[in-house]
C-alpha cells in the first residue's frame, strides 16, 4: 500500500523559509516521480513541483520557480520541498503524491497536473502571516 506522509509545514512571516518533507514507509520513493501539490483556501489544486526518478528532471510553477527547490534524498527515502522567499499567496495546504503506475513523465516543460498521481499525502499546512 503506497503511503504517503508530509511534515515540515507551519507558520512564517513573509521573505521566510520552510522545507517540507514527504516520505513513505511501504514505498521507495528513489524509483517513482514524486509531485509537490497546493490547495490555497477556495482554491482548485495547484502543481507546484515535481521531480522525475530517471533522470533527476524537475518541472516548477512559475509562481514559485526561482524561490523553490525539490530535491530527493534517496538514503532518507524523503523528497524535499525548500520554500524560499515566502510570500502571502503560498499559503495552504501541501501534498505530496506519487504515481507508481509508470504514467508519468516529469520533463522541464510539462507542468505537474494532479490527476496523472494516484497517490496522495494528507497534506502539510502552510501559513505565510506577518
Known amino acids: 500500500q503506497v503511503q504517503l506522509v508530509e511534515s515540515g509545514g507551519g507558520l512564517v512571516q513573509p521573505g521566510g523559509s520552510l522545507r517540507l518533507s514527504c516520505t513513505s514507509s511501504?514505498?521507495?520513493?528513489?524509483?517513482?516521480?514524486i509531485a509537490w501539490f497546493r490547495r490555497a483556501p477556495g482554491n482548485e489544486r495547484e502543481g507546484v513541483s515535481c521531480i522525475s526518478a530517471i533522470d533527476g528532471s524537475t518541472n516548477y510553477a512559475d509562481s514559485v520557480r526561482g524561490r523553490f527547490t525539490i530535491s530527493r534524498d534517496n538514503a532518507r527515502n524523503t523528497v524535499y520541498l525548500q520554500m524560499n522567499s515566502l510570500k502571502f499567496e503560498d499559503t495552504g495546504v501541501y501534498y505530496c503524491?506519487?504515481?507508481?503506475?509508470?504514467?508519468?513523465?516529469?520533463?522541464?516543460?510539462?507542468?505537474?497536473?494532479?490527476?496523472?498521481?494516484?497517490?496522495w499525502g494528507r497534506g502539510t499546512q502552510v501559513v505565510v502571516t506577518s
Open positions: 503524491a506519487t504515481d507508481t503506475w509508470g504514467r508519468v513523465v516529469v520533463t522541464t516543460s510539462d507542468e505537474c497536473k494532479p490527476d496523472d498521481y494516484p497517490y
Open positions: 511501504g514505498v521507495n520513493l528513489s524509483y517513482y516521480p
